[in-house]
């Protein structure tokens, strides 16, 4: 058997074309959902982030800032450009692109950021809020790998979701969406003995290790929903995921590439995030 693969790609244009109508009767009213983005620094893959950030507000007819600060900023500096931004009423979401230069604590600047306005969803209050249940902002990345569950038929009450990875921004609130659709979770780090004996037994294995290939076909339950969240650069310059896809495919039942998998979601739910961020404040 071989697995039905998940295309990102198209499932994020479907997804954005939702979105899309919800910002449209926004507008229609008057208002335009609008994103700002404050990237520190001149890191490449963080000014490629952000740029494809700009481009997807654009596509949707949204609103963006993109405040672009020096290396040299003081955090004293980002926080009361957050403050303003905080206050701004065409700003219905604000993200700091991180990393952020060591000189600031990150930590202190995603506290600064309004809970109302966080569309990345990594304040504590929206993480707190994610994990009792009452979640306004879900992070993008596994936000995203949910949806690409739900849109492929995948059935997630009831099932064994194996999520390998423990990271504040993918695999925690990875488990607790799986947690609130009601699956039976388990979570793996780089401490878990026998890491095979959990996978192979997972109905849907959420991979977000940064270890390039390294969850294999034989680790697999056969007819298991893969989701590879991993987005790694191999020496002849292609991208690989944390999955070896090509001997997973030939067991799972379904499985994302890499690329084209998870990637194109990221940015399709931080858009989604910032219009529900819009409709929220609209209806105050
Ligand atoms: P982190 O480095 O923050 O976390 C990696 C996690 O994997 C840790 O919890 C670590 O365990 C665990 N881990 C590492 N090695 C093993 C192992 N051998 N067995 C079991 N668990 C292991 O990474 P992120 O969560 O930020 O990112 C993970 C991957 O996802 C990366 O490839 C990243 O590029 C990609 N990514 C993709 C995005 C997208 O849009 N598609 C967005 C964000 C990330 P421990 O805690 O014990 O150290």
């Known amino acids: 058997m071989t697995?039905?693969?998940?295309?990102?790609?198209?499932?994020a244009?479907?997804?954005?074309?939702?979105?899309?109508?919800?910002?449209?009767?926004?507008?229609?009213?008057?208002?335009?959902?609008g994103l700002a983005v404050i990237i520190v620094g001149e890191d490449p893959?963080?000014?490629?982030?952000?740029?494809?950030?700009?481009?997807?507000?654009?596509?949707?007819?949204?609103?963006?800032?993109h405040i672009a600060l020096p290396a040299d900023t003081s955090e004293a500096t980002l926080l009361a450009k957050i403050a303003e931004l905080?206050?701004?009423?065409?700003?219905?979401?604000?993200?700091?692109?991180?990393?952020?230069?060591?000189?600031?604590?990150?930590?202190?600047i995603l506290n600064a950021i309004s809970p109302d306005k966080d569309v990345d969803g990594f304040h504590p209050m929206n993480v707190g809020a994610l994990a009792t249940?009452?979640?306004?902002?879900?992070?993008?990345t596994p936000y995203g790998s949910l949806i690409l569950l739900q849109k492929s038929g995948v059935d997630i009450e009831g099932k064994h979701a194996v999520v390998v990875g423990r990271s504040n921004i993918v695999g925690k609130p990875?488990?607790?969406?799986?947690?609130?659709?009601?699956?039976?979770?388990?979570?793996?780090?780089?401490?878990?003995?026998?890491l095979a004996k959990h996978t192979r037994d997972a109905?849907?294995?959420v991979v977000a290790t940064g270890k390039p290939k390294m969850i294999t076909g034989d680790m697999i339950k056969p007819g298991a929903a893969v989701i590879d969240v991993g987005i790694n650069r191999m020496e002849n310059g292609k991208l690989c995921g944390d999955v070896d896809f090509d001997s997973a495919k030939e067991v799972a039942g379904w499985i994302t590439p890499v690329p084209g998998g998870v990637g194109p979601m990221t940015i399709t739910m931080l858009v989604a995030n910032t219009v529900q961020s819009a409709e929220r404040a609209a209806g105050k």
């Open 3 to 11: 697995a039905r693969i998940i295309d990102g790609k198209a499932i």
């Open 174 to 194: 990875m488990a607790q969406l799986l947690l609130q659709h009601h699956a039976t979770v388990t979570i793996c780090t780089s401490k878990t003995r026998d």
């Open 133 to 140: 249940g009452s979640m306004r902002f879900a992070p993008c």
């Open 13 to 33: 244009q479907e997804v954005r074309a939702e979105w899309k109508v919800r910002a449209d009767a926004l507008k229609a009213r008057g208002i335009t959902p």
């Open 45 to 65: 893959a963080s000014k490629v982030y952000v740029a494809n950030k700009v481009k997807a507000c654009a596509e949707l007819g949204l609103y963006s800032e």
């Open 86 to 108: 905080n206050a701004d009423p065409n700003i219905h979401g604000l993200l700091v692109q991180l990393p952020v230069p060591r000189h600031i604590d990150s930590d202190k």
């Open 203 to 205: 109905d849907i294995l």
